[in-house]
Every structure is written in C-alpha cells, then in structure tokens.
Antibody, heavy 117, light 110 residues
C-alpha cells in the first residue's frame, strides 16, 4: 500500500520560490504518475501538473506554465514541486497524489505554503 | 471560480439518503470519467468513486456514483454522522488539458 509523505510547512516572501517534497513508500513509485494539486483557504482543488517518473515526462496546467517545475528522483522515490515568482494568491495547501486525469489515490498529507511579506 | 458546478451544501438526517450533483460541459464530464472525493476537516481527500461509478476497495456500497451527459451525481445512503465532510467531483478537461474540480459540497447532519 503506497503512502505519500510530504515535507513541512513553508513561509516565503513574494517573488521567491518554494520546493515541496513528496516521498513514496510501501509500493511502486516509478510506474505511476505523481500529480500535484493545491487548495487555497476555503476553496476547491486546482490541478497543477504531473510527472511520470519512469519516463521522466511532465505535463503542466496552463495556469502554471513557466512558474512550475515538477521532478522525480527515482533513486529515493521522491517527487518535487517547485513554484517560482510566488505571490500572495499562491498561499494554499499543496498536495501530491498518485495518479492522473481525475483519479488520485492516495494523497499526501498536504503542505501549507504561506506567501507573505 | 471552479470549472465544475456543485451545490455549496446539502443536509439530511442520519439514516437518510442524499445526492450531490456535479455539472460540467462536453469538454470535461461529457467525454471523460468522473471521480468523487471526501475530505474530512483538516485532512487529505479520499477517493470515493472513480470511472463514474466504481468504488475503490474499502469504500462501502453506501456510496454510489452515476453520470449522464454533462452531469454526474454522488449518492450516499444510510447517512452517518461520520459522513459529515466536504465532497468534491473531479474529471479531466480535454480543452484545458488539465484536471478540473467542483467547488465542493459540504454535507451536514440535520
């Protein structure tokens, strides 16, 4: 049974970058896609993009093109999400999840990223 | 503004049935599978339904899903207080080439 463990909460200033880690354990990592999604306070989910570790291939949502980089380290079964040029609207809980399209299971516990001057 | 439309809240008494709707368009629900998620307060979402009407192992058959045209519905029977949560529908949008979600429906107990 795959479990996803995310890195801890981050506070960043506007204009800076943040990198969040998602480590998989208990199952196969490289053959599944890992997606990143975020949830702003009191809002629904926004799909950001995905990585397919076995192919090292990524796909990003249009809203994040140019600001988002998703990578995967097969040797440590860890996926990373890096978001740059942060603004206050990027304050949200960021989740990693195994899967793609609309099927995401399981999810990581979430990482709160706060962007504030 | 979410791509998919859900009612903000639904209420029902324990033991009763409730349905939650999710409305989209031909570029998303109309031509792609729909999933449903349950999010308890302060926790990560849990997959309840995938491919419109399939339940992952461990999800009780009190939860059901259906799809017709550009709309989908989640049904919950035998409501329990532990079902108080936010429910989200999600699918792929072929025009946006991105996953899309509803704004969520808060299910409360009367």
């Amino acid at each position: 049974q795959v479990q996803l463990e995310q890195s801890g909460a981050e506070v960043r200033k506007p204009g800076s970058s943040v990198k969040v880690a998602c480590k998989a354990s208990g199952g196969t990592f490289i053959t599944y896609s890992i997606s990143w999604l975020r949830q702003a306070p009191g809002q629904g989910f926004e799909w950001m993009g995905k990585v397919v570790p076995i192919l090292n291939r990524t796909h990003y949502a249009q809203n994040f093109q140019g600001r988002l980089t998703i990578t995967a380290d097969k040797s440590t079964s860890t996926a990373y999400m890096e978001l740059s040029s942060l603004r206050s609207e990027d304050t949200a809980v960021y989740f990693c999840a195994r899967g793609e399209f609309s099927v995401f299971d399981p999810w990581g516990q979430g990482t709160l990223v706060t962007v504030s001057s | 503004q979410s791509v998919l439309t859900q009612p903000p809240s639904v209420s029902a008494a324990p033991g009763q049935k409730v349905t939650i709707s999710c409305s989209g368009s031909s570029s998303n629900i109309g031509n792609n599978y729909v999933s449903w998620y349950q999010q308890l307060p302060g926790t990560a979402p849990k997959l309840l339904i995938y491919e419109n009407n399939k339940r992952p192992s461990g999800i009780p058959d009190r939860f059901s899903g259906s799809k017709s045209g550009t709309s989908a519905t989640l049904g919950i029977t035998g409501l329990q207080t532990g079902d108080e949560a936010d429910y989200y529908c999600g699918t792929w949008d072929s025009s946006l080439s991105a996953g899309v979600f509803g704004g969520g429906t808060k299910r409360t107990v009367l």
